[in-house]
């Protein structure tokens, strides 16, 4: 009998696919410069062909052939749906715009130095990106998988946790605009600082895990899941030997804001 996971294959396909697709392109031109656009890129495509995968699904599991498939009209869907996915695009499009001007005024991305020389390994690293798409974008999938009768209508709490979410996507540009400033005053020789210390980095060594972790804590919200993919990579990414080693570098202050136990031995430590 199908399930709710019955109708997530096509959002993975186009996941994996859009990176390997991708790795076969610029593994053999050892280019670097678009890796991290495509991954983000990726986010977006993803997230909205869940919007219909599960009107895909069903039109597929008639019989019937893509061809005939009819893409139905946007307000025929969950407005949760809609704007779930709008914020998620929106948190990917910024992230896109910001890591392509790096890479830009930088030239090249430096952790593939080594690592394009292997097509083996660069390959992987495509493939591996494939694999965080769909992690960080399950969330999402699974909730525009919800069939239409089982949402809750749109409220007044839902558009007070959308200002929320709003205001912690604003406090992730603004965290970036500030390194970005630092970096290119470093460049110009007007310090000599081994790490930020001015504006959210004055309060965190990762402001942006703090905008991050609010989004996945807050409760009871539509958005929730938004960043809950997010917050289940950030554990597979990161080894238990990190949080040691990140009190030792940053001498005990605050790294992250988190609320999970899970997380709590890798992005806090003793303030």
């Known amino acids: 009998m199908p399930t709710i996971f019955s109708k997530l294959w096509i959002p993975v396909a186009a996941s994996f696919g859009l990176q390997i697709a991708a790795g076969a392109i610029f593994v ?3 280019n670097e410069r678009y890796f991290d656009l495509i991954g983000t890129s ?3 495509i993803s997230a909205g062909i869940s919007l219909y995968g599960p009107s895909l699904y069903r039109h ?3 019989g019937h052939s893509l061809t005939t498939y009819k893409i139905p009209p946007l307000l025929s869907l969950s407005p949760r749906k809609l704007v779930v996915t709008a914020v998620f ?3 990917a499009a910024r992230l896109a715009w910001f890591l392509s001007r790096r890479i830009k005024a930088e ?5 593939f130095d080594d690592i394009k020389q292997s097509p083996t390994r660069f390959f ?3 493939f591996i990106q494939g694999a965080w798409v769909a992690i960080v974008g399950l969330p999402i999938w699974l909730n525009n998988a ?3 009768r089982s949402m809750r209508p749109w409220g007044p709490m839902d558009a007070a946790l959308l200002g929320l979410v709003v205001l912690s996507l604003g406090g992730e540009a603004l965290a970036d605009a500030q390194k970005s400033q630092w970096r290119k005053e470093k460049k110009e020789g007007k310090h000599t600082e081994k790490f930020i210390q001015r504006g959210l980095w004055s309060l965190s060594r990762h402001p942006k895990c703090v905008a991050e972790q609010f989004l996945s804590n807050i409760s009871d919200g539509p958005l929730r899941s938004v960043m809950l993919g997010k917050h289940c990579f950030r554990l597979l990414y990161l080894p238990w030997p990190a949080g040691p080693f990140l009190r030792q570098v940053f001498h005990g202050k605050l790294l992250c804001l988190v609320h999970s136990p899970l997380s709590l031995h890798i992005l806090f430590s003793d303030m």
């Open 146 to 148: 919800i069939p239409l």
């Open 28 to 30: 053999p031109l050892k």
């Open 89 to 91: 695009s929106l948190w």
């Open 42 to 44: 990726g986010h977006i």
């Open 107 to 111: 030239g090249r991305d430096s952790r």
């Open 60 to 62: 597929l599991d008639s």
């Open 124 to 126: 992987a690293a495509w």
